[in-house]
């Protein structure tokens, strides 16, 4: 008798015995797949692409070996060819030449793997439209996937890539390239033969210049180039005349770049070191209505020189002592940044009163005659009387019923704005209990939120699931703490809280690793924690003034990131007020000097 078995022939080991794997791929996927040419096998711990998914389109089904009879949604021999494969997020490190089998491939995402290395046969997928290989250990591309000349999209960011080849031009039908977060030190010059090329990521690379031949990607409507370290751009940028948004921010610029006049409606150029902004530079800016210059090293602002649409001005942390009046008479300004310059000649209780207060100040200065100051668009009356601005609507994006003291918002308002992609909404200087319901209409492009000076006791769940805000300012309310559910705004830059009734630094804004700004002035906080602190890594600006701090943790000097940290009017003896008032670097560094030597 045979070890393990009983008496009567049984196997007494059966049910210790290792039970025969199952594939890799359920064979009920792969089935699906023959009668939607889709196939999702995202996320399933595949440390390789099994032979049945290439040979999905090749070898004849299960189905069709068994002398068994169909129904009409089972026949087989009228599969679908596989256009869509999905592969992100397993264990891949490399794919077989037998991909070359799926040459009906529209689709194939392989985002978040190991791969070092393409196949060859890549090139031989004639039908592709959207190759996804981000987050992957990618060093190179293979030149055939050069030849995919329908290839519209192609996302490369987060490998390892430090050069390209000249015949990135061939990829004509590109209408979207990211190559961001790669070791890239140069373009090829080639680049600018991607002449359907609308969206352009070149982020957290090593580039010192972009190639001339930039200026002919006519139908180029973003360019994105923070994190380089670009010190000019060629001229031809003046050129691209598709251009909405350029993103320079952290770079090492001294001057203005030259700019597309007709197209350019927002210009981001934080943390670079221009020192200043000339007429010549800003005049012909024709819609211009975002322009971020916070973190340089400007000095003063031309008169009467920047543009009329402009809607917002960050001009934070930077050495400008004095504002010209005329600031105060662009008509569609509603968000004016100027935390971190050496102001002379403004009370710093107005520059925390909002940004129409400001306005109102400046215009005060002007000795105009009546009439000098431009009239605002008419607006539509409604029989709920608010004013429906069309202009700023269809035009700058813009939202605005502040300055009314309602309660409410009026549906009419939102109506009008349904369709029009609105970017800015300004319901500051009223009797709000609650952020507006219907903000959630405007979720898909809103940014920018101005609810200050109203009567909020919460920040609702309306503006949580405002995913793409980048700017929210909740000044002069009634609120004591945010919801934890705020870290979801994942775009977050820069939140201001002065005058509410925080007694702690709020917990969430630890985890919103976006945040640049935090206003928190005037409350009441007695507390804030240097370590967690130091993990929001783009802070720069943080206003502690007026609230209850008993004492300053020395090691809040290792947040090095800040470049203007207010503290005056805090209780804590030291720092003294004399190191206080010598401004931001002196306090660091005295604080540094008071950790304790480990």
Request: net charge negative; hydrophobic share 35%.
């Amino acid at each position: 008798m045979r070890r393990g078995r009983g008496a009567h022939g049984h196997d007494s080991l059966a049910g210790f015995r290792t039970q025969k794997t199952e594939p890799a791929v359920p064979y009920g996927l792969i089935k699906s797949a023959r009668k939607s040419g889709q196939l999702n096998l995202s996320s399933r711990g595949l440390q390789e692409v099994p032979q049945s998914v290439y040979r999905l389109n090749v070898d004849p089904p299960e189905e069709a070996q068994d002398a068994v009879s169909f129904g009409g949604s089972d026949r087989w021999w009228e599969q679908t060819e596989l256009t869509k494969l999905l592969l992100s997020s397993n264990q891949l490190t490399e794919l077989s030449e037998d991909l070359r089998l799926l040459p009906a491939l529209i689709t194939l995402d392989l985002h978040d793997n190991k791969l070092q290395s393409l196949p060859r046969a890549i090139g031989e997928l004639p039908e592709l439209r959207q190759l996804r290989l981000s987050h992957n250990q990618l060093s190179s591309v293979p030149l055939e996937l050069f030849s995919l000349t329908l290839l519209g999209s192609l996302t490369l960011q987060n490998n390892q890539l430090e050069t390209l080849p000249p015949e990135l031009g061939q990829l004509q039908s590109l209408t979207e390239l990211d190559l961001s977060r790669n070791r890239l030190q140069e373009l090829p010059s080639s680049l600018g033969e991607l002449r359907h090329l609308q969206k352009l990521n070149l982020e957290n690379n090593q580039l010192s210049s972009l190639p001339d031949t930039t200026g002919r990607l006519s139908s180029l409507r973003v360019l994105e180039c923070s994190e380089n370290q670009l010190d000019t751009l060629p001229s031809s940028v003046a050129q691209l005349s598709s251009l909405e948004q350029l993103f320079l921010r952290k770079n090492r610029l001294t001057a203005m770049p030259a700019l597309p006049r007709d197209s350019l409606k927002e210009l981001y150029l934080a943390d670079n070191q221009i020192l200043e902004l000339t007429s010549e530079q800003m005049c012909g800016l024709l819609v211009l209505s975002s322009l971020e210059l916070r973190g340089n090293k400007i000095k003063t602002l031309p008169e009467g020189a920047l543009p009329s649409t402009l809607s917002r001005l960050d001009l934070s942390n930077n050495d400008i002592s004095s504002l010209p009046p005329s600031l105060g008479l662009l008509p569609s300004l509603t968000v004016l940044l100027l935390e971190g310059n050496p102001l002379r000649g403004i009370r710093r209780d107005l520059l925390t009163k909002g940004t129409m207060e400001l306005l109102k100040y400046l215009r005060g200065r002007i000795k105009e005659e009546p009439g000098d100051v431009p009239e605002k668009p008419p607006g539509l009356s409604l029989p709920s009387h608010a004013a429906v601005n069309l202009h700023n609507i269809c035009t700058l994006k813009q939202l605005d019923y502040s300055n009314k003291q309602a309660e409410s918002v009026p549906d009419e308002l939102f109506d009008a704005a349904a369709g029009h992609s609105i970017t800015s909404v300004n319901f500051s200087k009223n009797q709000l209990s609650s952020a507006p319901s219907r903000l959630l209409d405007l979720s898909s492009s809103l940014c920018d939120v101005d609810l200050g000076f109203n009567k909020l006791t919460s920040c609702g769940p309306e503006i949580c699931a405002l995913l793409k805000l980048q700017h929210l300012d909740l000044r002069n309310n009634l609120l004591c703490e945010l919801p934890s559910e705020l870290q979801s705004l994942t775009k977050l830059r820069s939140i201001i809280l002065n005058y509410n009734r925080f007694k702690s630094f709020p917990s969430v804004l630890y985890e919103i690793q976006t945040l640049e700004t935090v206003l928190l002035g005037n409350n009441q906080v007695n507390s804030v924690d240097p370590s967690r602190l130091q993990g929001l890594v783009r802070l720069s600006t943080l206003d502690l003034s007026n609230n209850d701090l008993l004492q300053v943790p020395p090691e809040l000097g290792l947040c090095s990131t800040l470049r203007c940290l207010s503290l005056e009017g805090n209780p804590f003896r030291t720092p003294r007020a004399a190191i206080v008032a010598k401004g931001t670097d002196a306090v660091l560094e005295y604080l540094r000097s008071r950790i304790p030597a480990s």
